[in-house]
DNA sequence: TAGTGGTCTAGACCACCCC
DNA sequence: GGGTGGTCTAGACCACTAA
């Protein structure tokens, strides 16, 4: 007897394929047979076999092009996919308090890196809204965020008392796509503060720049403790 | 005349969705009518159909399950992808010489901190390998890894003198999971000098425990100097 | 220019799971 | 129980691109 739940279909042709992989049967460079040998020899339809070698190939396994065919990769490209953190849920899900209080918010002219960074126009004006998130009562995460107000005209009447900007952004404006990035920095003076950290203590920050179509919606730094991780597995 | 490179097909029928998500015809909770309805109304077959909504659902954007039908999200679980960077591609990518240094090399007993991350048994024999990362001669990455000798008994054999750990074990066992994470953290004095900062200065950690079916393979911290990013887009 | 993957059609059976 | 999505079949035409 099998395993019970032994895949079938495609499936099972992905899992096969790894397995070969694994095995050296097909090495990395090498071509695999056509799709129409291998649903001859998977008696199946080549329907299937594309759907198990095209998410293989989506997946970093495999590389395909028209008429060249299908190579296993040298190195494979894979990628780790991260879930984007929602801060009260990731909180909560720890079974933690959630807690938020927003710091400031003023309405101004883009600063000039601002501007820059967003391509706004010279006169463009922004929301700048800080804000802290707790969890159980102590520092989790600082924000500090710039909402375009050209972008956003619904955030003028905002005033982030009650919730968070991020909160406010998914629901007003959620099909956006964004630029992500990570690294580690010093804190300031400031941010120290209200971190609970001391001043040049290292701290993870967390960026996110927001775009509807062409136009930028809002940009964000996101200051983690020293500790905080962003884990995945792939 | 429309846009030239204008989709058809299911990459038409994924775009009109986002479209009538973003108008507000179908928001945030609400089902969208069967495959069968919308086949009909694309004037398409209901595979065409399934594909496309089965990757809206997959890109997050989209919740389906049987009999319930598919629903638009109410927090889109939009997720971003990193591509698992190649150290020495990453650098040269960039214009910039690489360069690669083994620091040290020792076969020794896996300590009781890493048998117990990596569930070894006690009597595990490790091989620790430090090593540098230079790009344009400046001190890129400094890397602290332990391999298990039983999981790739071939790292006997190699003094990774000449190709780096990383390299070497991607040739070598290809196919892997790997659980990663990233954090903000203080360097010590020892990794200081090798990256040429202060001690106690913010590094980038970048964590990698990797297992080849059930067995552990290999642990490695990967220390980045400040400034250093990554960075993807979604 | 010919071979390969990319995609679509039209139809079918089935598993899951909400009602 | 029945409606919905998940998947497969068998076949076709087409786009791309390596040879």
Redesign the pocket.
């Given at each position: 007897m099998t395993n019970p739940t032994e895949p079938?279909?495609?499936?099972a042709i992905k899992a096969e394929v790894l397995t070969r992989m694994r095995n050296g049967v097909w090495s990395p460079g090498m071509s695999?047979p056509?799709?129409?040998d291998l649903a001859e020899e998977f008696a199946?339809?080549?329907?299937?076999v594309?759907?198990a070698?095209?998410e293989l190939a989506e997946e970093g396994y495999l590389e395909?092009?028209?008429?060249?065919?299908?190579k296993v990769l040298k190195m494979p490209r894979r990628q780790a996919r991260f879930a984007i953190p929602q801060i009260q849920q990731e909180i909560e899900d720890t079974g933690a308090d959630y807690r938020y209080a927003r710091v400031s918010r003023t309405e101004e002219d883009a600063p000039g890196w601002l501007s820059s960074k967003l391509s706004l126009p010279q006169t463009a004006r922004v929301i700048h809204v800080r804000a802290m998130h707790y969890a159980n009562g102590q520092p989790h995460q600082f924000e500090d965020r710039w909402i375009v107000t050209a972008s956003v005209p619904e955030a003028a009447a905002e005033t982030f008392v009650d919730q968070g900007p991020s909160a406010w952004l998914v629901d007003t404006v959620p099909l956006t796509t964004a630029e992500i990035s990570f690294s580690a920095t010093r804190v300031t003076s400031e941010v120290a503060e209200f971190l609970e950290v001391a001043p040049g203590d290292p701290a993870f920050l967390f960026e996110r720049t927001t775009w509807l179509d062409a136009d930028a919606v809002t940009y964000v730094r996101l200051y983690h403790r020293e500790g905080y991780r962003m884990t995945t597995r792939y």
């Open positions: 079938t279909g495609y499936r695999l056509g799709e129409v199946t339809t080549r329907t299937t594309n759907r070698l095209r395909r092009k028209r008429k060249a065919g299908t």
